[in-house]
């Protein structure tokens, strides 16, 4: 990861894969964000992050990602079985890192009950 990639293992890379969480997952929802996410069998914990132009140019979308990115690899070990999506929604490109990053832990705390 020193080239700021997540590796393979720790993405939900298909369609496939974010539509069955999106199907099946749980959800919890914040002012800028939707978490869904549901149990698997593996000990790794698989993120997937979706931006959609509702919230903004490539620019700001890539702002987005990298606020979320960054506050789930500080969170991602209190996760493990999980795949998770992480759907940014409008409000998401007025936030800022730090209320992005309070609304990931409270996400990663509520699937950590949950599970």
Request: charged share 30%; glycine share 8%.
């Amino acid at each position: 990861m020193g080239n700021g990639r997540w590796s393979k293992s720790l993405r939900l890379r298909r369609s496939l894969e974010f539509r069955a969480v999106q199907k099946n997952g749980r959800r919890f929802v914040t002012k800028d964000l939707v978490v869904l996410w549901q149990r698997t069998d593996d000990d790794l914990p698989r993120f997937g992050l979706t931006v959609s132009r509702k919230v903004g140019n490539a620019v700001v979308r890539n702002r987005v990602k990298r606020w979320l990115r960054e506050a789930l690899r500080t969170r991602r070990g209190s996760l493990s079985g999980v795949d998770v999506v992480v759907i940014a929604r409008h409000n998401a490109r007025t936030a800022g890192y730090s209320r992005i990053e309070d609304q990931i832990i409270q996400a990663v705390t509520h699937i950590g009950r949950k599970r």
